[in-house]
């Protein structure tokens, strides 16, 4: 692709950095697209995140950026506001620097699960879900199925505090108390299973949940973007799980992305997988700053 003194430039941070797919993605969109933007990947550690935030966008052709593991939450005290959604989840994965210099910033992960579910012919109305990880993206998947009538929603996370509090958002949020605290990762009973930690992302890591606690006939969605199909979606499908990678919720949420960013969405026929393109951005209320 050619790259000149014209090239708006967008980042994502994240570390590690090597997992992400978005560049794959949304760079041949800016290509096909004809838009003069390129998206590239920095790894940039916990310690230097708001340093590096707050110094990036002092240039004046980076024009926003891309949030994967573990800077979701992170960022949010660095932003001026956000939408809803990363209110209630305390995390966003978009960042832009608008006309006034304020930092704004959207969570996109839930809408682009429950898209992906969409598309896997799966309902959310009535299901008992376990969510397995509650960082930035576990957070968000749990807020958007609370929108789409999830009966119950158990979150399990080693840091029990840490569920505790999602779960007291996401339930002073949405009427009908959906949310608790789950004591272990036990994944009987639930008809709907997503994992949503870092467990998977290196070859020895110990899988996230037994495979033996899920039901045959449940659905399980392992949201890493790498090592597909993971060892725990083999030994589900084994049980007779119906099992999804993640890949799909990243391309559910391309309008979404480039909406923030005021560029051009895919024309129907270039992205024919790209649902919901005349959706509105939702409103943005004051955020962590």
């Not at 309902?123 to 998947?141: D, F, H, K, Q, Y």
């Not at 199925?145 to 929603?153: M, P, Q, V």
């Not at 996230?208 to 899920?214: K, M, N, T, Y």
Request: aromatic share 6%; charged share 20%; hydrophobic share 45%.
């Amino acid at each position: 692709m050619d790259i000149t003194g014209r090239t708006r430039v967008f980042m994502i941070l994240g570390d590690p950095i090597a997992q992400v797919q978005a560049p794959a993605l949304f760079n041949p969109i800016f290509r096909a697209q004809g838009v003069d933007a390129v998206l590239v990947p920095a790894q940039v550690s916990p310690d230097d995140l708001g340093g590096f935030v707050q110094q990036v966008l002092r240039a004046h052709n980076i024009d926003g950026l891309w949030l994967t593991i573990p800077h979701k939450a992170a960022v949010l005290p660095l932003l001026d506001r956000c939408d809803r959604r990363g209110q209630i989840a305390q995390a966003v994965n978009a960042l832009r620097r608008n006309a006034d210099g304020s930092l704004e910033g959207a969570l996109f992960d839930g809408e682009g699960f429950v898209k992906a579910l969409d598309r896997f012919e799966v309902s959310v109305a009535g299901r008992r879900v376990l969510i397995v990880g509650t960082g930035g993206a576990g957070m968000a998947i749990a807020v958007s199925l609370a929108e789409r009538g999830a009966a119950a929603i158990a979150l399990f996370d080693p840091e029990n505090s840490r569920s505790a509090a999602a779960a007291a958002r996401i339930n002073a949020a949405f009427a009908g108390q959906p949310a608790r605290t789950a004591k272990t990762a036990d994944a009987a009973g639930f008809d709907l299973v997503v994992q949503a930690s870092p467990l998977g992302m290196e070859p020895g890591d110990p899988l996230p949940l037994d495979p033996a606690s899920v039901e045959p006939g449940a659905v399980v969605v392992d949201i890493l973007m790498k090592n597909q199909p993971t060892p725990l979606l083999r030994a589900c499908a084994e049980r007779g799980a119906r099992v999804h990678p993640g890949f799909e919720m990243l391309t559910q949420q391309i309008p979404d992305y480039l909406r923030f960013f005021g560029l051009p969405l895919p024309d129907r026929d270039r992205a024919a997988d790209v649902d919901g393109v005349g959706m509105s951005m939702p409103s943005a209320p004051a955020c962590g700053r």
